[in-house]
């Protein structure tokens, strides 16, 4: 018997941030998840129309588009901290009364698709990668078959389990799809910039990262080839992009194949092009540093989290405070400047007992951060308190010694036994004032960063 595949009409869509979103962070990238699924699913599904719903779009925008678009799928993709605006959005979307099935996907949904379920009129939840599992929905669809059994989806009749993940990543997002006057990046030497994502995974477990909510099977790292991580370079390139943040959790993962992803794109010679890309401490040598000041890296970003040991070794960063300078003064030898990411007031277990940094141990860590930037060996810091996000082995521990989230001046945080909500207050302002301070001595608050800077010394303020 032959199906006649009926035409469709899919939306894929961020929650509506708005236009005063632009140049924050939200609004720096499109979704590169929702990219991909478009740029794998429609070569398979020649008769499906994609439009993406992009991040800076207004509420009224947002829905508008889907009136005039009248989709037969529209697909959300969110995180847990973009929960209500999420769910806001989707209790709009059913309202316009339109016959729409509702699917939601991204970080949310797969660590918790019963919350979206209960809460939404969302028809189907996907979990994990959405490449293969919304090809097939949305094949199904197509020749009215049910889709309530198809791997990787929970429905409200059914948890249909996890889908495999995908062996070969070497394909493109729909770049094409993309406008890139619409996005901004806040830290950048060239004024277009996109991302891309030369692996999928990292190979770590850190305490307080909810990535394990993709650690779904074997193995944690799926690397595209060199080749093709150079041909999108190329594409890009071609399409005005001047500068590119490789953009996966960890570049440097494997040191051969970095070296021969440098290689290859050094054998473009793209002339005015420029990097950046998140690195490991503990495995960066003198040869690859070397090579990503060949290739014009000219920022690296690295999670260096704490100044102490004790601390490195509980949250599973598998670096040491050795590791953390010395890559710092090799970076500098070779003139890659660095955005560091420092954490304080942690929490781990160690042998069934609740441990957590201490205020002197954050004190260590400020004052670390104080000697980088006064010796030139990082030029940006990132200071953030300590959040236990879903999906973390560091929520199931807050949960377990009743230090779950709860709300101080601060935003969310953990309730430390012995440490008073005012101790992390003053040491969140110390670390926001030196962030303040760093960016007006080295000449930083530009007209692109005013407000956010703004917006911090207000909270200062305020605090």
Request: glycine share 6%; with cysteine.
């Amino acid at each position: 018997m032959v199906h006649t595949q009926k035409k469709l009409k899919v939306i894929f869509a961020d929650p509506p941030f708005g236009r005063e979103s632009k140049g924050e962070a939200v609004t720096e990238s499109p979704n590169l998840g929702i990219l991909y699924i478009i740029g794998y699913a429609r070569e398979r599904l020649p008769n499906v129309e994609f439009s993406y719903l992009e991040p800076f779009l207004s509420m009224d925008e947002h829905l508008q588009k889907i009136k005039e678009i009248k989709p037969d799928v529209y697909a959300i993709s969110f995180t847990t901290p973009r929960r209500e605006l999420s769910f806001e959005t989707i209790t709009k979307v059913k309202e316009l009364g339109l016959q729409i099935l509702i699917v939601a996907g991204g970080a949310h949904p797969t660590i918790d698709p019963q919350d979206i379920l209960k809460n939404t009129a969302v028809d189907v939840c996907i979990q994990g990668e959405g490449e293969e599992t919304t090809t097939e929905l949305l094949q199904k669809i197509q020749v009215s078959h049910p889709i309530t059994d198809i791997k990787g989806t929970v429905n409200r009749q059914k948890d249909n389990g996890v889908r495999s993940l995908l062996k070969d990543i070497n394909f493109f997002p729909a770049w094409d799809i993309i406008d890139f006057e619409n996005y901004d990046v806040a830290v950048s030497k060239k004024k277009r910039m996109a991302y891309l994502l030369p692996i999928r995974g990292c190979p770590n477990y850190c305490t307080y990262c909810s990535n394990p909510v993709w650690k779904l099977e074997k193995p944690w790292i799926r690397q595209r080839s060199p080749e093709n991580i150079a041909q999108e370079i190329n594409y890009l390139y071609n399409r005005g992009i001047r500068e590119i943040y490789l953009r996966s959790d960890t570049f440097n993962v494997d040191i051969k194949w970095c070296l021969r992803v440098c290689d290859e794109i050094k054998k473009l010679g793209l002339k005015g092009m420029t990097f950046q890309c998140n690195l490991r401490a503990d495995k960066l040598d003198d040869e690859l540093a070397q090579r990503l000041h060949d290739i014009n890296v000219w920022l690296v970003h690295i999670g260096l989290e704490s100044a102490n040991d004790r601390v490195l070794r509980g949250i599973g960063k598998n670096a040491t405070q050795a590791d953390n300078v010395c890559t710092l003064e090799l970076l500098k030898k070779h003139k890659i400047k660095v955005y560091g990411f420092l954490m304080l007031y942690n929490a781990w277990e160690t042998n069934g007992k609740l441990e957590y940094e201490t205020p002197e141990e954050v004190n260590n860590t400020l004052e670390f951060a104080k000697s980088c930037l006064r010796d030139n060996l990082i030029e940006y810091i990132s200071w953030s308190i300590t959040n236990p996000l879903i999906g973390s082995k560091l929520y199931d521990i807050a949960r377990k010694y009743n230090i779950a989230v709860h709300n101080v001046k601060i935003g969310n945080c953990m309730r430390l036994p012995g440490i008073t909500e005012q101790q992390m207050v003053e040491h969140v302002k110390q670390g926001m004032i030196l962030q303040l301070l760093n960016g007006i001595q080295k000449g930083m608050i530009t007209k692109k960063s005013y407000k956010r800077a703004a917006q911090k010394a207000v909270k200062i303020l305020n605090m």
